[in-house]
C-alpha cells in the first residue's frame, strides 16, 4: 500500500512538471461526479378573468332593397331596375357616399298560383324580381332620414329589412375590455394567494380566449313608424367582451 501511494504522489509530480493537472484524487479513486441541487417548482394559481366595455355606436348599417313584380320576368326585371335606380339616387340625396352603398343580393323567379282543382298543377302567373342593399350611414344623426328617403323613393316597392348600430373603430373599445379583464384575473388571484397564505409572485402566462368583435345592437324592421314623417331610431350602445386566462407565482 506505501508504494502505490508513492506512485501516485510520483505520477502528478511528472504531469506538473510538463504542464498538465494532477489527476484529482477523487476522480482517481472512481467516484462519481457531484450534482447540484435541484430547487423546487414555485406553487402557482390560475384564474380567469372577465372584462366588458361599452361605446356608443358612430354608424349605421341600414339594410333596404325593392321588391316588384310583373307578368313577364323582362317586366319584373324592368320595374325592379327604376326601383332600385329611385333607391339608389335617395340615398345618395340623403349624403350616403357610393362608397357606402352596395349590393347584397338580386333576385328574379317565377310566381306560382294553384287552380282550384285539387290534382292541378301550380301554374305560372308572373315573376318577382328584387334587390337588396346595405347601406352605410356614417353620419348616426342622419339614420332616419336616410330610411325615410328610401321609403318615400321606392313606395309599395321599398323594403327595410334592418339596421345594425355599430362602431367604425373597435380598436379603443377591445382595449377596454382588455383592461377590466387583465384586472378582474389580477384581483381574483390576489385573493386566492391571501386565502391560500401567500404572496402573489410574477405573472407566469396570460392568454386571451377567442373571441369575436364587438357585438353590433340589431333593430328589426317592425321598429320603424313610416307615420312619423321621419323614421325613430334608437342606437343603444355597443359592447364588447374580453375574457383572460392568467397563470401567477405564488410566494
Not at 49 to 58: C, I, L, Q, V, W
Not at 168 to 176: E, S
Request: charged residues 20%; without cysteine; hydrophobic residues 45%.
Amino acid at each position: 500500500m506505501p508504494v502505490r501511494i508513492r506512485h501516485r504522489a510520483a505520477l502528478a509530480a511528472a504531469l506538473l512538471a510538463v504542464g498538465l493537472p494532477a489527476v484529482p484524487a477523487v476522480a482517481a479513486q472512481g467516484a462519481p461526479p457531484a450534482t447540484a441541487a435541484v430547487a423546487p417548482r414555485p406553487a402557482t394559481v390560475t384564474v380567469t378573468g372577465e372584462g366588458r366595455a361599452s361605446a356608443a355606436p358612430d354608424t349605421a348599417v341600414v339594410t333596404a332593397g325593392v321588391e316588384v313584380t310583373g307578368a313577364t320576368s323582362k317586366a319584373a326585371l324592368a320595374a325592379q331596375n327604376t326601383a332600385a335606380n329611385a333607391l339608389l339616387a335617395a340615398v345618395r340625396g340623403a349624403g350616403v357616399a357610393d362608397r357606402d352603398v352596395r349590393t347584397e343580393s338580386l333576385s328574379l323567379s317565377p310566381v306560382y298560383t294553384t287552380g282550384s282543382e285539387p290534382d292541378a298543377a301550380p301554374k305560372v302567373t308572373g315573376y318577382r324580381a328584387g334587390q337588396t342593399f346595405s347601406v352605410k350611414v356614417r353620419d348616426l344623426g342622419r339614420t332616419g332620414a336616410v330610411i325615410q328617403a328610401v321609403v318615400d323613393a321606392t313606395g309599395d316597392a321599398g323594403r327595410i329589412h334592418g339596421i345594425v348600430f355599430d362602431v367604425a373603430d373597435p380598436a379603443a373599445l377591445r382595449a377596454g375590455a382588455r383592461a377590466a379583464a387583465h384586472a378582474d384575473a389580477h384581483d381574483k388571484a390576489v385573493q386566492y394567494a391571501r386565502l391560500s397564505g401567500h404572496r402573489l409572485g410574477r405573472l407566469v402566462s396570460l392568454d386571451e380566449s377567442a373571441g369575436g368583435r364587438p357585438r353590433p345592437v340589431p333593430v328589426p324592421a317592425v321598429a320603424f313608424d313610416e307615420s312619423a314623417g321621419k323614421v325613430p331610431v334608437a342606437p343603444g350602445e355597443i359592447e364588447d367582451e374580453v375574457t383572460v386566462t392568467a397563470v401567477y407565482e405564488l410566494n
